[in-house]
């Protein structure tokens, strides 16, 4: 019974809603009012606002990286392609905030994302979920979440970094080494 306890815990493998499958008007009805429970749209709109506010170093340093690891490239080319990437960037990055920005791209992830939910979980299921985020420990969660996902992202990166790191000095040829 301990092992069949566990089992019962394990995440089901459900498979994967088809886009096309029709959605039970009972569950979409319930999605709705989960993600009401969920405070989702506030959720995503901050979520957007601190993707925009980290784009512009997120960009100049993939781009730094990239122009400084081009082992074609001399020296004075590294220069004069960070001089234009430095001023090309502030409006590539407006134009991204500007997306990100956008409040009519949350309605639309909302609309694209409540059937995705109905198709994924019956109607029970969604008020149960619905449920557990109107208890003290859910509204936590949601109120954290932010926060978590944001700090969870940055792990994510310092742990890839730390591995492709010397995976790229590994790659790089010897003449660009020395």
Request: glycine fraction near 6%.
């Amino acid at each position: 019974p301990a092992s069949a306890q566990a089992q019962a815990q394990a995440p089901a493998k459900a498979p994967a809603p088809s886009a096309t499958a029709p959605v039970d008007p009972a569950a979409l009805a319930a999605s709705r009012e989960l993600f009401e429970a969920m405070n989702q749209r506030v959720m995503l709109t901050v979520m957007m606002q601190q993707m925009s506010q980290g784009i512009g170093q997120s960009m100049r340093g993939g781009a730094e990286a990239a122009i400084n690891a081009n082992p074609n490239s001399t020296p004075e080319q590294k220069k004069q392609a960070l001089a234009k990437m430095e001023s090309e960037l502030p409006g590539v990055v407006s134009a991204m905030q500007g997306v990100l920005n956008d409040p009519t791209m949350i309605d639309d992830i909302l609309a694209e994302t409540v059937p995705l939910y109905a198709r994924t979980f019956s109607a029970d299921e969604i008020k149960q979920m619905t449920a557990f985020y109107r208890t003290p420990v859910g509204a936590k969660m949601l109120a954290t979440m932010p926060q978590l996902m944001q700090q969870g992202m940055q792990i994510g990166q310092q742990v890839v970094m730390r591995r492709v790191g010397p995976l790229m000095q590994k790659l790089q040829p010897q003449e660009a080494k020395q």
